[in-house]
């Protein structure tokens, strides 16, 4: 599967983005679904995830009640609102793949088995 995330740029703080990643195959729906970012000079983290149903996601507490993951199957699109953005947001986003019936953790980035190239999330101040 290959992943291409867009809309990322620049946003004043307590502004809004929607980020969107889209699969090259079908396979898309049957995916697990997750976004992380990498701040520079940290180690990439977790954001949050959705399942392939779309009908359970999971977020970092620091993102929680701000971000909102979606994904249209019909489309082979997953989604990540962003909203209330601060400084501490600015990063590389990327989404990734991860197997269905993969038993890894779902925060960890090695669980999941492709990754789109990434798209930059700059929140000015």
């Known amino acids: 599967v290959q992943l291409q995330a867009s809309g990322g740029g620049l946003v004043q703080a307590g502004g809004s983005l929607r980020l969107s990643c889209a699969a090259s195959e079908r396979t898309f729906r049957t995916y697990h679904m997750g976004w992380f970012r990498q701040a520079p000079g940290k180690e990439r983290e977790f954001v949050g995830t959705i399942s392939a149903s779309g009908g359970i996601s999971y977020y970092a507490e620091s993102v929680k009640g701000r971000f909102t993951i979606s994904r249209d199957n019909a489309k082979n699109t997953v989604y990540l609102q962003m909203n209330s953005l601060n400084a501490d947001d600015t990063a590389v986003y990327y989404c990734?793949?991860?197997?269905?019936?993969?038993?890894?953790?779902?925060?960890?980035?090695?669980?999941?088995?492709?990754w789109g190239q990434g798209t930059q999330v700059t929140v000015s101040s």
């Open positions: 990734a793949a991860r197997f269905p019936y993969s038993s890894g953790n779902y925060a960890s980035s090695s669980s999941y088995d492709y």
